[in-house]
């Protein structure tokens, strides 16, 4: 069991802090928090094994093909309104 901070996995694999802690926060991935002395936050460790099986869970392929690069999306056609009917 090798147990790391969110920081040192987000260093680590290609995932941020923030999303560590919100799926820590979102109990979807599990980890330990240990206490500090009062007032402190403590430290929170993750179990790589844990973490390795929710980023497979979470893992989503680009263009059919694992780690291919997509362009910019295509801009939407400009929008133009219909002419407007005047009253007479």
Known sequence: MTLLTPAQLAEKYPVSRSTLYSAMQAKLLPFYRLPSRK???GKYLID???FLSWLARNFHERD???GATVGPSPRPPKFTPPAAK???
Do not use: K, M, N, V
């Open 39 to 41: 007032g402190a936050r």
């Open 48 to 50: 790589e094994a844990d």
């Open 64 to 66: 059919g093909e694992a």
């Open 86 to 88: 005047h009253l007479t």
